[in-house]
C-alpha cells in the first residue's frame, strides 16, 4: 500500500515580510484559468540557491480540506523562483487587489510547507551544475573578473561582462570569471521583435523595468574573438554562446558574428558556437553554419502561430520565418534546440502539444530546453487570451508538465530534454 503524505500547507507572509505555513488551509496552485491543489507527484523540495517573493497587492489563497472551498486570506501571497535546471509545473494561486502593480520579469511557482521544509511546483529536467555556485567565493569570482580585464584593458565586450559578473551577479558572467562551462557572447544593441517578456528593454509604458542592462556598444569581431580564446584556454569543453539577456537579437549582428566565429575557427578554436535566437533571419541561420558555427538555440513561447505572435510582436518577419530559419539550420548540418517558455496551463495542452510535436518532427529538432516563462502570470493569461489561443476549452485544458513531457517524447523518441545548451562533440558538415 502506498503511502499517505499529508497535503503541503498554504505558505503566506505579513505586513512585515515574515513568511508562515496555514495550520489548517492547504496549498492551491494555478494552471492557466484554473486553481486546484496540486497533484502528489509534482511536489518537490524546493532546490537549492531557490528564491522566495512576496507578491504585492496579492492575497494569499487557500484550499480549506473540509469544506472544500478556496479561502482568500488578507495576508500576503507567497511565490518561489526556482533555480536554475529546474521547470515549474504551476505557478502561484493568489487574488489580485485592485491597483497592484505588474510583477516583475521573473517566474511565480506555486510553494507550501511539508513537514520542516518548503516544497514547489516542479520538476528537475537538467543534471548540469552550471549555474550552481554553492561553495564558491564571491572572491574568486572578483579575481577571474579583474583578471580579465587586467589582461584586455581596451577589450570592451570584457569590461562589460566583468561588470555583469560583479554588479548584476549574471551567471553566464560568472562562469566566464571562473573560466568554465559557457561563455556568453553578446554582440547586438538592436531587435526585430517586442517580445511582452523583455529582459533587457521595456517600454515605459509597460509597467514593469527590464531585469538586465541591454549592451550599449557594438563589439568589434577581434574583441568577440579574444573572449573565446581566453574561455577556451581554460574550459576543456567550452560552449560560447551569442544571444543574451543582456542584448537584442544577436543575428542582426551577423557580420560581426561571422566573422568573430571564422577568426575563431582558423586560428584553431574548439568547443560549441551557439546562437541563442528568435531564428527570424534564415539567411543569417545560413551565414553563421557557414562560418563555423555548431548549434542554433531558437526561442519560442508556442508553436501557435497566433500565440507567438501575440507575445514576440515580431517586426518584418513572421512565424513562416523561423520555421524556415529551422529548415536551414537543419540543411546546414547545426545542432537544431529549441528554448521552450513552459507556462503552466497554456503550454501543456493538447493544441500545444500538436503543433509543438509537428514543429520538432517535421525540422527534426534535436533537443528541448524547458526553461519557464518569466513574466507575471495574468499578464501572460491576457495574452493567450487576446490571440485566441484559449478558446476551446476542449483542446486547451491542462494535462501536466510529466505528461506532457512524456507524450512529446512518445511522440518524438529521438528528442532530448534539458534547460542548459549541450556541448556539441562534432562540427556541423560544412
Known amino acids: 500500500m502506498a503511502e499517505h503524505k499529508p497535503a503541503p500547507k498554504l505558505v503566506f507572509a505579513d505586513d512585515d515580510g515574515n513568511i508562515y505555513d496555514h495550520p489548517e488551509l492547504e496549498m492551491l496552485v494555478r494552471r492557466g484559468d484554473r486553481l486546484e491543489p496540486p497533484r502528489p507527484d509534482e511536489i518537490i523540495p524546493l532546490p537549492p540557491e531557490s ?41 502561484a494561486a493568489y487574488a489580485t487587489n485592485p491597483g497592484a502593480p505588474v510583477l516583475p520579469l521573473f517566474a511565480y511557482g506555486a510553494v507550501g510547507f511539508s513537514g520542516d521544509r518548503f516544497v514547489v511546483a516542479a520538476a528537475k529536467v537538467d543534471e548540469d551544475r552550471r549555474q550552481v555556485f554553492t561553495g564558491i567565493s564571491r572572491d574568486r569570482i572578483v579575481k577571474g573578473a579583474r583578471a580579465l580585464r587586467n589582461k584586455y584593458p581596451k577589450n570592451r565586450l570584457i569590461e562589460h561582462l566583468s561588470g555583469c559578473a560583479l554588479t548584476s551577479c549574471c551567471p553566464a558572467a560568472r562562469n566566464l570569471a571562473l573560466g568554465r562551462f559557457e561563455a556568453p557572447l553578446p554582440t547586438s544593441r538592436a531587435c526585430n521583435a517586442r517580445c511582452i517578456g523583455c529582459l533587457s528593454l521595456q517600454d515605459p509604458s509597460s509597467g514593469f523595468p ?11 569581431a577581434q574583441e568577440v574573438v579574444e573572449v573565446m580564446a581566453e574561455h577556451g584556454r581554460h574550459e576543456a569543453r567550452p560552449v560560447f554562446s551569442f544571444g543574451q539577456g543582456c542584448e537584442g537579437e544577436p543575428l542582426t549582428e551577423i557580420r560581426v558574428i561571422s566573422d568573430a566565429v571564422a577568426r575563431f575557427r582558423k586560428n584553431g578554436g574548439t568547443g560549441t558556437v551557439n546562437v541563442n535566437t528568435n531564428a527570424s533571419l534564415p539567411d543569417a541561420v545560413e551565414a553563421f553554419a557557414a562560418a563555423g558555427g555548431t548549434s542554433i538555440r531558437a526561442s519560442l513561447s508556442s508553436a501557435d502561430p497566433d500565440l507567438y505572435a501575440a507575445y514576440y510582436r515580431p517586426q518584418g518577419y513572421a512565424f513562416a520565418d523561423v520555421r524556415e530559419s529551422l529548415a536551414r539550420a537543419r540543411a546546414t548540418g547545426l545542432f537544431i534546440s529549441l528554448n521552450f517558455l513552459f507556462f503552466p496551463g497554456i503550454s501543456d495542452t493538447e493544441a500545444e502539444l500538436a503543433a509543438l510535436g509537428e514543429l520538432i518532427t517535421t525540422h527534426r529538432v534535436d533537443f528541448v530546453q524547458l526553461r519557464n516563462l518569466n513574466l507575471d502570470p495574468e499578464l501572460y493569461l491576457s495574452v493567450a487570451r487576446g490571440s485566441g489561443a484559449l478558446a476551446d476549452p476542449a483542446r486547451h485544458a491542462s494535462m501536466g508538465f510529466k505528461n506532457f513531457r512524456k507524450r512529446l517524447r512518445k511522440a518524438c523518441p529521438w528528442l532530448r530534454f534539458g534547460y542548459f545548451n549541450p556541448v556539441v562533440e562534432t562540427l556541423p558538415v560544412s
Open 51 to 91: 528564491e522566495l517573493f512576496l507578491l504585492p497587492g496579492r492575497d494569499a489563497l487557500g484550499f480549506d480540506p473540509e469544506s472544500g472551498e478556496i479561502e482568500r486570506l488578507e495576508d500576503r501571497a507567497v511565490a518561489a523562483f526556482v533555480c536554475p535546471g529546474h521547470t515549474l509545473s504551476a505557478t
Open 210 to 220: 527590464s531585469t538586465q542592462n541591454r549592451i550599449a556598444f557594438r563589439p568589434t
